[in-house]
């Protein structure tokens, strides 16, 4: 590329580098990579020249997002989102490396362990209770699909985007193939709604429905191209559901969880009631088991000790 150059500064980098991403990826991808790009890449580096850039500067960069990196002035970013932003930082690098315009690197760069991981936020059983009733009691599309979320643990932006034509009563099965999210344009200063396929794969699904769903869903089936939660061609975005559900909370007065906490109850129970862990990852369309692991299953010293005593157990049988 003629534009590259020994000279070029690292923001000039990143704007060709994405210029040529945006062919092959997702148009919600794109965005994030531009958020991550305009809002903290180039504010951190600024002018600097691409060829500057060491690993010293990489691990300066990572410290300083886990520190201050909220772009609100409220402290840190999660790991998760600073690995984000590390994936696209050795990708620009990578993309000038390709191109000669810097050496080989090995991005060499560590990111601090938290002191402790947050427990996920649960509904007790008085909560369901009081939630299955109240979908009992005001049955409309809005409220069955808080019931499906409860049922199948769905992200919000995949109930948002499921259309009738997705939820196949013959077969008994739920197929998850988009989701709905809300993408804010940092260089439009303004937010657009998004409906695309599932990040990963495992997140495009089948999701068996529970018998107990099947009569509701029967009652409500539409044409095939309206959306289960709106019941019409429009679909409901995920901010506007929020604030539905939250609604909903404060009539029941019970705790103010996230959406996302139906998603954690439904993942809590399955695995309390002895669903299998890879089952359970499977339904909930985790990348890999050891996400499920990591986030639900949490064995008490009670439990540790049920389980040393069967092998104990065991053991003494066979002299």
Known sequence: ????????????????????????????????????????????????????????????????????????????????????????????????????????????????????????????????????????????????????CICTGLRIGEICALKWEDVDLKTEVININHTIQRIYISTAKKSKVIISSPKTESSRRKIPIASELMPLLQQFKSNSDFYVISGEKKYIEPRTYRKFFKKMLNILKISKLKFHSLRHTFATQAIENGIDYKTVSEILGHASIGITLNLYVHPDLKHKKECLNKIFNNLVKEF
């Open 1 to 148: 590329m003629r534009t590259m150059n020994k000279n070029m500064s690292i923001s000039k980098c990143m704007d060709i580098w994405l210029k040529n991403e945006h062919n092959y990826i997702k148009e919600s991808t794109y965005f994030l990579y531009l958020t991550i790009i305009e809002n903290h890449l180039k504010t951190y580096f600024k002018k600097r020249k691409v060829s500057t850039i060491s690993n010293k500067d990489f691990q300066s960069f990572v410290l300083d997002k886990l520190s201050c990196g909220r772009l609100d002035g409220k402290g840190g970013l999660s790991k998760k989102t600073v690995k984000d932003m590390t994936v696209v930082l050795k990708s620009v690098l990578t993309f000038a490396i390709k191109h000669k315009i810097i050496d080989r690197m090995e991005f060499e760069f560590k990111i601090p362990k938290r002191e402790k991981t947050k427990e996920v936020e649960v509904f007790n059983f008085e909560e369901r209770r009081k939630i299955c009733k109240y979908v009992k009691n005001n049955l409309c599309n809005q409220t069955l699909g808080i019931l499906i």
